[in-house]
């Protein structure tokens, strides 16, 4: 029976390029949905830019620019980078379109009159001098905890999430003057409610979230839950559909996050299929894909909204929660000058070659090292090496000696048993997110490949046993064919290639297929080219230099 899936990548954010680090956490999403795709599966996949917020806010005010303009920027950059590197999203949509301004609004009328937000007048951070009130970002401070330099909302030293409260020495961020404290209303989310909810569901999901994504929020369940603003004083976001707060703007954190659902919907729609009947509990397997900074969203508040919409709809059942990518053994940041944008990446490689690398290295379950020369090798190992070596010795011989026309012959019983299996098994590891293994797995099923034709010896079996190297070409090519729909989750833009030169269905399926008779080849151009080390990195700094 076919399932319905639920897959939501992370919302970047459009105050900068992409990185290295955002495909890690984002690139899974994407394999897993074209998984379930060629499974045959009901799959709604969706993200989008996250467009409102201080930060964006902040820039502009610098640059003397709209933050829709440095939003729509980003936001253009984003959708040609996941164009580029063959991402399948349902819908790659923004925080700035109609659609989710308004089904935001119609969440929060629904958490409203279930009763989870309350309004609440409290003291407020005030900036007398530029008579505004001011945000968490907008204040500079003291660390309570480590004495370092602190936003209102985060310590930029040690990384502890704060409360504006608590920062000490607090100054507007704009013009530095001491803050003084002013009465204001906002309504707040009673995350609190949720703290043993929370809870049972993290242990009811032991094994399919990540240990990262538990430990996380456990630390997170640890410090205790507390109520959340809803609301922000702010010109930039989607307007509060409640009376008395025209001058403010719903808070980011609810907004971005209760896009999966305004996305998911939309896609719905576009279907004529009941989203609500498919997100309900027991009929969706959802996923979350996204870079370990970003768990508690992902495993306690956005499941703490969920319960406040609906008691009956799909909690996330998988945390694919990455953990981070160094560059050169070194941190990765802006100050650095280190930070591998995916524009550059593009620029460097084939998109195969990119989706593989992340994938075979991604930051599963520890922090990865990323350097270019490890890049090259890997391609040069794997791509050329093993997958473009397999396919093109078979083919360029065929079209060397047989003008193209592959012999007819009958498939290797064990490599036929071989192919069963690895389709079962890469398909049960991608479902757990084990992507690593998985892709793993794929690639032994090559390496197979290759080693069953050194034994066979075609080279000899063409001179003495005709119908030996028939048999082995024909198994050859009964691999390829079978690589072409296990590697399509991974490498998409390869597969459809190999499927082009063997003349192949270029539908993917997961499960084995034969290749009928009469086949011939169509091109054997080469799968991959060759790199150097050393002219790639050359390449690289004359672009960092631009
Ligand atoms: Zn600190
Ligand atoms: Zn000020």
Redesign the pocket.
């Known amino acids: 029976m076919n399932k319905n899936i639920f897959i939501g990548g992370a919302w970047p954010y459009a105050n900068n390029s992409l990185h290295v680090g955002h495909l890690a956490a984002l690139l899974p999403g994407d394999v897993i949905a074209r998984y379930y795709r060629e499974h045959g599966d009901n799959v709604i996949y969706v993200s989008g830019t996250d467009s409102h917020g201080t930060p964006i806010t902040v820039r502009a005010k610098k640059e003397g620019i709209s933050p829709e303009k440095i939003a729509q920027h980003y936001h253009e950059e984003f959708v040609k980078n996941f164009k580029d590197l063959d991402f399948s999203f349902d819908l790659y949509t923004s925080t700035m379109t109609q659609y989710h301004e308004q089904n935001v609004k119609k969440y929060l009328k629904k958490i409203m009159d279930n009763g989870f937000i309350y309004k609440k007048a409290e003291m407020q951070d005030y900036c007398p001098e530029c008579k505004t009130f001011l945000s968490d970002r907008e204040i500079i401070g003291v660390?309570?905890?480590?004495?370092?330099v602190?936003k209102g909302d985060q310590?930029?030293?040690?990384?502890?999430t704060?409360n504006a409260s608590e920062v000490l020495n607090k100054r507007c961020s704009i013009c530095h003057s001491p803050t003084i404290q002013k009465s204001n209303t906002h309504l707040y989310f009673a995350l609190s409610k949720f703290q043993n909810k929370v809870k049972e569901l993290n242990e009811q999901r032991q094994g399919q979230w990540r240990i990262n994504a538990t430990s996380e929020t456990n630390k997170f369940l640890d410090m205790g839950l507390i109520d959340r603003a809803v609301t922000r004083q702010l010109s930039w976001g989607v307007d509060v559909p409640f009376e008395g707060f025209e001058d403010k703007k719903i808070y980011v954190w609810i907004e971005a996050v209760l896009g999966y659902l305004t996305a998911g919907q939309q896609v719905a729609e576009s279907r004529n299929i009941n989203f609500e009947e498919f997100m309900k509990k027991g009929n969706v397997i959802s996923y979350y894909a996204h870079g370990k900074d970003n768990i508690p969203f992902h495993t306690v508040i956005f499941p703490a909204l969920l319960m406040s919409i609906d008691e009956n709809i799909n909690l996330p059942d998988y945390i694919i929660s990455c953990e981070y990518v160094n560059m050169n053994n070194e941190k990765m940041s802006k100050s650095k000058g280190n930070l591998i944008s995916i524009n550059h990446l593009i620029a460097l490689f084939p998109k195969d070659s990119i989706r593989y690398y992340m994938l075979a290295n991604g930051p599963e379950t520890k922090d990865i090292n990323f350097s270019i020369d490890d890049f090259v090798q890997i391609h040069n190992k794997f791509m050329v090496g093993v997958l473009g070596n397999f396919v093109n010795r078979n083919l360029s011989y065929i079209n060397k000696k047989f003008d193209g026309k592959i012999p007819n012959g009958k498939v290797d019983e064990n490599i036929k048993n071989l192919t069963t299996e690895t389709f079962d098994k890469v398909g049960s590891l991608i479902e757990q997110g084990k992507l690593r293994q998985a892709l793993d797995t794929a690639m032994a099923y090559v390496s197979a490949g290759n080693k069953y034709y050194d034994d066979q010896k075609p080279w000899i079996q063409v001179v003495e046993d005709i119908n030996g190297f028939n048999n082995t070409t024909y198994t050859c090519v009964y691999m390829m064919a079978n690589i072409a729909n296990l590697f399509g989750p991974f490498i998409p833009d390869t597969c459809l290639k190999i499927k082009e030169k063997l003349n192949l269905d270029k539908t993917f399926t997961w499960q084995p297929v034969e290749i009928g008779k009469n086949l011939t080849v169509a091109n054997n151009n080469l799968l991959f080219e060759r790199l150097q080390a050393q002219q790639v990195s050359e390449k690289y700094q004359e672009l960092k230099k631009n």
Do not use: K, T
Request: proline share 7%; with cysteine; net charge negative.
């Open positions: 660390c309570p905890h480590c004495g370092g602190a310590c930029d030293d040690c990384s502890a704060l």
